[in-house]
């Protein structure tokens, strides 16, 4: 349930002080001039605790979220599936879980002027100018898939309340950023996802580039408890494309993971399935694996053009588990690049 305004607005002022004893870093700066960046996150829509505003981790997340926009503003944002645990987003629940899980976590990104907008509006209690809406691309997760109708609700009834919502229902989604950045959102969770080979090199070939990032709930080549599988159909899909794909970008695991495969036809695999909760530990040795953390955070890719030749950058932010703590600052865990010939560099932290 919505939690009462009084608890809120006490917990944004308890929350607001003990952000000015923090000892948390503000938002690292993209290195170089970012042309254009994006946000990502997975596995955030669990049912609120009481007291949310002061204990639920996705709330945490967000805020750290809000802040990395707010010190340099990114141009989409990508939610990663298990959009709506446990059993999908159902009709009787609609409102209520939209408010809950989308529209008051992300209140800085969501575009409010869709026919029903009115409905969950007030779950957005931040000052319209203290945002900007940015296209929201969504993918399933299994736990979407699990009740009735619950996919069917996010492919069709979600954008009557939030207007920036686009969603890769079973198909393939494309978006094309200013700025040469394109992400390829797909469905790697629906019956039959394995078949679609052939709709997904046709999504990657028609998407702009030159920098191209696929964003699915599952991460390929790893599995639930984070060892190695086979590379499997999107590494074919990719194949079959024939173009530069840089980035893959996961949830499902819930932890912040970065994975380095120069030379595959994806050099890049991030993990942000920690929006919500994380799961410790990290299970299983992965040998692509550079970066490792059962901890709550997110990511953001940024195109840098300066200095040197363009290059897609990937960080992984952690935030504090509660908002009750760090006012929401993420700390900056792990840093890489890849270049438009796919050559994987680390970047460093600081």
Known sequence: MP???????????????????SGADPPAPDRGAAHVSILAVGDTGRRHVFFAPWFEGQLAVAAGMAASDQANPVDALVLLGDNFYDGGLQAYELQERLRENLVGPYCGFVELDASRSAEVAAACRAPV??????????????????????????????????SNWQFACRQPVVLDLEGGLSVIA???????????????????????????????????????????????PVFEAVRRAGVPVH????????????????????PLGVIAGSGARARPPIDRAHPDRVFGASRLGFARLSVQRAPGPPRLQVSLYSTPDWPLFGGGAPTLEARWSVDAEGRVRDEGTR
């Not at 699990?146 to 492919?155: N, P, V, Y």
């Not at 580039?209 to 599988?229: K, M, Q, Y």
């Not at 980035?247 to 994806?266: C, K």
């Open 129 to 162: 100018s203290a945002g900007h809406a940015i296209p929201i691309l969504a993918v399933p997760g299994n736990h979407d898939l699990a009740g009735d109708g619950g996919l069917e609700a996010q492919c069709t009834a979600v954008d009557d309340f939030v």
């Open 186 to 232: 797909y469905d790697s969770a629906s019956p039959g996802a394995a078949d679609r080979t052939d709709a997904l090199a046709l999504a990657i070939r028609r998407a702009r580039g030159p920098f191209r990032v696929l964003a699915s709930h599952h991460p390929p080549g790893v599995s639930r408890d984070d060892g190695p599988t086979a590379e499997g």
């Open 3 to 21: 939690q009462p305004r009084s608890v809120a607005a006490l917990a944004g002022l308890f929350a607001g002080a003990l952000a000015g004893c």
């Open 247 to 266: 980035a893959h970008l996961a949830g499902h695991n819930h932890s912040l993971q970065l994975l380095s495969r120069e030379g595959t036809a994806i």
